[in-house]
């Protein structure tokens, strides 16, 4: 097994050159190109790391209003995952990674917060693959991600993928054991820009996001929601009923389309001397879920 290392990255990375890497290996012919042929078989054992990484008030701010969350001094719950994103996608876009970033489904996202972080704090922000493992779709595996600030941990992300592929053997779908919370009536008009402007905020420029026509290249019948925007929208329609140190799950289901309209739904279930959240998006027709997702307070 490769020693395990770990690189610097410098600066501030740039998402855009990233995904449109991401995209060549699905074109065809350019796949087999050197620089752009996948040669790896296993995970690479690397971990990405940024340090002393500012935070931009006008950027959180925007991403506050693109997800319905309101500002504060602090750092919306889903935040920090933006910083990572570039890290994610520079680990995913490297030749020894076994496969390509487009057309691999974003399954479950759990984000564990040990406490506010404030705006004005640098932290230092660490990424890396692992968990290698089959399912019985295809390949399973996770990005790990790790904030730190002043060498304290304050929040971590670990972000689990499906890349579809021959079923292993005796794999089972095991996954986050989440309930769907049915609508009390809160629903939500999303616009067909809504992937548009989030990309402008995240950097996840992800064609199956942005237009029907670069959606439909990829199989769904216009574009999609981000998951992560998804996740974030039901944290800020809860925004002030968890505490600031918090693990959220979350599973993502049936994609949402644009424009479209969601259901949100939410209950307190009681856990000891604490309050924790289950909540869903979910469609109005039918009750299916697009997301499924609880916020536990830490003990």
């Given at each position: ?5 770990t690189r610097e990255v410098t600066g501030e990375p ?286």
């Open positions: 097994m490769p020693e395990a290392t740039r998402t855009l050159p990233l995904l449109l890497k991401a995209a060549l290996p699905v074109l065809p012919g350019i796949s087999r190109l050197p620089g752009v042929r996948r040669t790896g078989s296993a995970l690479p054992q690397v971990t990405l790391t940024r340090h002393d990484v500012p935070v931009d008030r006008a950027h959180v701010a925007a991403y506050a209003e693109v997800c319905g969350f309101g500002l504060k001094e602090t750092l919306p719950v889903t935040y920090p995952h933006l910083l990572a994103f570039p890290l994610h996608m520079a680990i995913m876009t490297d030749a020894q990674f076994p496969y390509p970033a487009i057309g691999t489904v974003h399954l479950e996202n759990t984000i564990t917060q040990h406490r506010a972080i404030s705006a004005g704090e640098r932290l230092q922000v660490s990424a890396r693959p692992e968990g290698l493992r089959g399912h019985a779709k295809g390949t399973l595996f996770d990005l790990v991600t790790e904030v730190h600030s002043g060498g304290e941990p304050v929040w971590e992300e670990t972000s689990t993928f499906l890349r579809r592929g021959r079923p292993a053997e005796g794999a089972v779908d095991e996954g986050l054991d989440l309930e769907t919370v049915p609508s009390s009536g809160t629903q939500w008009r999303l616009g067909a820009d809504l992937g548009r402007r989030y990309a402008a905020v995240s950097g996840d420029h992800n064609p199956i996001h942005l237009y029907a026509v670069t959606a439909k290249a990829f199989g769904f019948p216009r574009q999609i929601a981000h998951g992560m925007w998804s996740k974030a929208r039901c944290l800020a329609a809860l925004d002030g009923r968890y505490p600031d140190a918090v693990r959220v799950d979350v599973a993502f289901k049936k994609p949402v389309l644009l424009p479209g309209t969601v259901a949100f739904g939410s209950r307190a279930v009681s856990s000891g001397d604490a309050r924790d959240w289950a909540f869903s998006l979910t469609s109005p027709k039918d009750g299916a879920p697009h997301l499924l997702g609880r916020a536990t307070a830490l003990r």
